[in-house]
């Protein structure tokens, strides 16, 4: 069988129709037998089931995909994984050993709804409920905000009408490699509109605002503050 794999970078895209490559493997009987980088040829409705079947492909893997879009796979046989985050080694490795397990859908907004990026405007709209996320050095709106995106110590999610914050310890502060696509992933999956930031990578944005999310960079002083002054931006 034939398995596409969305890719950005080496990890597996938050959206199966904005990726840049796909990655397409051979399998047969729990062997690898090839493996290659296809450029993605251009996200257009009803254009990837059809261009992908003619590749002989049986199934997709994504971080996220649409409801329409999933019916039009499933009409040329092909099936499809979502909510699948990681490396594309691993996520290999665990497809071949049968134990990748499906999760949450990593688009960022509900299908067939108005959704935070209008591409047809080519503009960011805000869908209610989201949170802001703001990279900070410590736990609280009186911290300073954490310069870096994907090594930040914290990020730090906020209602902007209930002002309810939750708080996570990023677990990719002392990644190798790939800590800024990872830390991307990671917001992708937790209900947010923007995040504001001092510096996010070309590689880490790409994954955000494929994701639907704004990102805002240059930002400094306090969590508090920084929320204050760019919440305009974002509402």
Known sequence: MKVAISTDQGYVSAHFGRCSTYTVIEIKEGQM???EEMPNPGHQ????PQFLSEKGVNCIIAGGMGPRA???????????????QGTVDEVIEKFIKQELEAGEDL????????????????????????????TSRGKDLGSEVDP????????????????????????????AQGAGIQSAQLISSKNVK???TGNCGPNAERVLQAAGIKVITGVS?????????????VS
């Open 70 to 84: 999933q019916a039009l796979f499933a009409q040329k046989n092909i099936e499809t994984i979502i909510g699948i």
């Open 33 to 35: 037998l090839s493996r």
């Open 107 to 134: 688009c960022g907004h509900r299908h067939g709804e108005p959704g935070p990026y209008d591409q047809d405007r080519g503009e960011v709209r805000p869908a209610a409920g989201k949170r802001i996320c703001i």
């Open 148 to 175: 870096r995106f994907g090594r930040a110590n914290y990020f730090l999610f906020i209602d902007p009408v209930t002002m309810d914050l939750e708080v996570l310890e990023n677990p990719n502060t002392e990644g």
């Open 45 to 48: 409705p009803g254009f990837l």
């Open 194 to 196: 923007a995040i504001l």
């Open 221 to 233: 002083g306090t969590v508090e503050a920084a929320l204050s002054k760019h919440k305009t931006e």
